[in-house]
């Protein structure tokens, strides 16, 4: 079974890419450009698994194309890159949205009482099978590759840190020396960031990443990814467990893999 799985993804890969595809790329996600030619080539391998693989669904009156299809494929096989992946093995379908959702949210409040209301929503990842999403959100993301916004590489960090067994903010990692490495590294930013927003002094990372530790991890993969220069300079040891698991060093790029 996985050795038949194996040879159908490496067919899937080796495919020509269509050429009506590579113009979406293009388009739709500037940050694509920023690779080398060998990293391009992997990409566009990875987006003919995904696709074929991923169920996408549109919400909310919206119609399914290819165009948001691999907009969305293309992002979200960037997190993939120069590593050994099994394609978000957790993850069957992709619901996509024309614009912001609103969801019911119910919650405790301090005191116990029980609230009720509804939610506005860019986007969010199930644990198990799904992920959400705005189009005009992933548009807006994929549109700046240089602001540290990215809607599907939040949603997908989130499935990336899922394949742990658990959400929270600690991927799959190859050792036991990693996961220590890691949670020194992240807990210590964390707290610091925690700390920074509850006396209300500014903060390099987006505030939404002292939420919890799932959500920290996943806006770090944002700046990761979008501001790595910056993320390098001022934290550096956080820049440097983001560049062991995703094996891309996007601050030094050279198109190849990254040392761990």
């Given at each position: 079974m996985f050795g038949f799985k194996r040879r159908r993804r490496k067919r899937l890969?080796?495919?020509?890419?269509?050429?009506?595809?590579l113009e979406i790329v293009e388009r739709n996600v500037p940050y694509y450009r920023s690779l080398s030619t060998h990293s391009r080539d992997e990409l566009k391998g990875h987006i003919q698994v995904f696709l074929a693989e991923k169920n996408f669904e549109g919400c909310g009156g919206l119609e399914m194309s290819d165009e948001i299809r691999v907009t969305i494929a293309a992002q979200a096989c960037i997190l993939l890159l120069h590593r050994k992946t099994d394609y978000y093995p957790n993850?069957?379908?992709?619901?996509?949205?024309?614009?912001?959702?609103?969801?019911?949210e119910h919650r405790t409040q301090p005191d116990g009482t029980d609230v009720e209301g509804t939610e506005s929503r860019l986007g969010e990842s199930w644990v198990h099978g799904?992920?959400?999403?705005?189009?005009?959100?992933?548009?807006?993301?994929a549109a700046d590759p240089r602001d540290g916004h990215n809607v599907?590489?939040?949603?997908?960090?989130?499935?990336?840190?899922?394949?742990?067994g658990s959400t929270e903010g600690a991927p799959?990692?190859?050792?036991r020396s990693k996961y220590i490495a890691w949670?020194?590294?992240?807990?210590?930013e964390y707290e610091l960031l925690v700390d920074d927003l509850k006396h209300r002094r500014s903060t390099f990372l987006d505030a939404y990443g002292g939420t919890n530790p799932a959500e920290f991890f996943a806006v770090v993969t944002e700046f990761f990814f979008e501001k790595p220069?910056?993320?390098?300079?001022?934290?550096?040891?956080?820049y440097d467990q983001m560049r062991g698991f995703y094996q891309q060093d996007p601050a030094n790029r050279t198109g190849k893999k990254a040392k761990p």
């Open positions: 890969r080796e495919k020509p890419f269509p050429a009506e595809w993850l069957e379908s992709i619901l996509v949205y024309p614009h912001h959702y609103f969801v019911s799904m992920v959400v999403l705005s189009w005009d959100d992933v548009k807006c993301g599907v590489f939040h949603e997908f960090a989130h499935q990336l840190d899922s394949e742990s799959a990692l190859a050792s949670a020194r590294v992240l807990g210590e220069t910056a993320l390098k300079r001022r934290h550096p040891e956080l």
